[in-house]
């Protein structure tokens, strides 16, 4: 074994040092994921997919079927074979893409930016695990979900009563005020004021005023206590309204039109930007030269070109202007059974030399 090493040792003490550079980084070890760092990884890809509100909304409405759970179930242990994969580079669309294929398979189609956002909150959690940093999924499992889902679909209609019962109780609970909830019932029924006593005239008759000259009474004489007990409760803010619940009818998320951030990924992507393939180069193949062409050059000022066969008339006046500065004024075409050819240019007069 020593004289294994001392051989290695030589062989690597006679390469240069681009080589050894090479070989250095073929022989690292790619690093390994403990078995608690794989316990932590595990929960924190239930945690974060368990906050992503499309994917639970999803699984609610059952929009992939009634196994859309056992769906759900799958993708967390894919993605985590996925991340724990040998000696393989890890991009970050390749998960985008897994993460947009299935919830195409659901039937549902994310475009508010949530799946990149997704991805990379996986990437970032995969990294602290193999550092043994478990911070973000400590900070997960104390963070609480901003809009909770029942976690069973398709139950019996006593768990979903229970279930959308305890949300309600939930959102009164996150607003309700005992001291606002008091303010308002003294200000929204004041004290009654007790009857007047009936008056007697003259001649005996008793006057009895209605119900309606009575609150008008007390109203105008409590209208200063009220205006001032208006005025305390809007300035302390004390105000109880409960929260709407949004019902969803639509499978298709969208990003607001009003936001419109930069995105700054911090892993490399494998895309390229789209380009357009239909150009000014594609569409004018070549000009042609044969004897019919040229005598169309020298007559009638024509010039005809071979082009491609999904341009049209626009296109390829677009082009021509493009590509040679020349302004058309009629295009001709001809299709034949090969492609599309014969285009045929009226310029006007003296608009080119002629060669």
């Given at each position: 074994m020593e004289g294994e090493d001392l051989s290695l040792a030589a062989a690597l003490s006679l390469c240069s040092p681009k080589t050894l550079l090479l070989v250095k980084e073929v022989m690292v070890v790619p690093a390994q994921l403990t078995a608690e760092a794989v316990n932590q990884l595990r929960e924190g890809i239930d945690l974060i997919l368990g906050r992503w509100s499309a994917l639970q909304m999803a699984i609610h409405n059952e929009w992939g079927g009634r196994d859309t759970r056992q769906k759900a179930q799958q993708l967390?242990?894919?993605?985590?074979?996925?991340?724990?994969?040998?000696?393989?580079?890890?991009?970050?669309?390749?998960?985008?893409?897994?993460?947009?294929?299935?919830?195409?398979?659901?039937?549902?189609?994310?475009?508010?930016?949530?799946?990149?956002?997704?991805?990379?909150?996986?990437?970032?959690?995969?990294?602290?695990?193999?550092?043994?940093?478990?911070?973000?999924?400590?900070?997960?499992?104390?963070?609480?979900?901003?809009?909770?889902?029942?976690?069973?679909?398709?139950?019996?209609?006593?768990?979903?009563?229970?279930?959308?019962?305890?949300?309600?109780?939930?959102?009164?609970?996150?607003?309700?005020?005992?001291?606002?909830?008091?303010?308002?019932?003294?200000?929204?029924?004041?004290?009654?004021?007790?009857?007047?006593?009936?008056?007697?005239?003259?001649?005996?008759?008793?006057?009895?005023t209605s119900r309606r000259n009575r609150a008008d009474a007390t109203k105008k004489g409590d209208a200063k206590s009220q205006a001032m007990k208006t005025a305390k409760a809007v300035k302390t803010g004390s105000t109880f309204k409960k929260k709407a619940k949004k019902i969803r009818t639509k499978v298709t998320f969208h990003r607001p039109k009003t936001l419109k951030t930069d995105r700054n990924p911090k892993y490399p992507r494998i895309s390229a930007p789209p380009r357009n393939k239909l150009d000014h180069y594609q569409i004018l193949k070549y000009p042609l030269t044969t004897e019919s062409a040229m005598k169309k050059i020298e007559d009638n000022n024509t010039l005809v070109f071979i082009v491609d066969l999904r341009a049209d008339k626009k296109k390829i006046k677009a082009a021509v202007k493009k590509m040679y500065d020349i302004q058309t004024k009629k295009v001709n075409t001809l299709i034949r059974l090969d492609s599309r050819v014969a285009i045929r240019f009226t310029l006007h007069s003296n608009t080119i030399p002629l060669t």
């Open positions: 967390a242990l894919d993605i985590y074979r996925w991340l724990i994969r040998p000696a393989e580079a890890l991009y970050v669309d390749e998960l985008e893409n897994l993460l947009d294929d299935f919830m195409l398979s659901l039937n549902t189609e994310i475009d508010d930016g949530s799946i990149e956002e997704i991805a990379d909150n996986l990437m970032i959690m995969h990294e602290e695990c193999l550092e043994g940093n478990f911070v973000s999924v400590e900070r997960l499992r104390q963070s609480i979900p901003t809009s909770p889902l029942p976690m069973q679909v398709g139950g019996e209609d006593d768990s979903d009563t229970t279930s959308s019962s305890g949300d309600e109780s939930m959102e009164m609970g996150d607003d309700f005020d005992p001291a606002s909830n008091m303010s308002e019932m003294n200000i929204s029924e004041p004290p009654r004021a007790p009857a007047p006593a009936p008056t007697v005239d003259a001649d005996g008759w008793t006057t009895v």
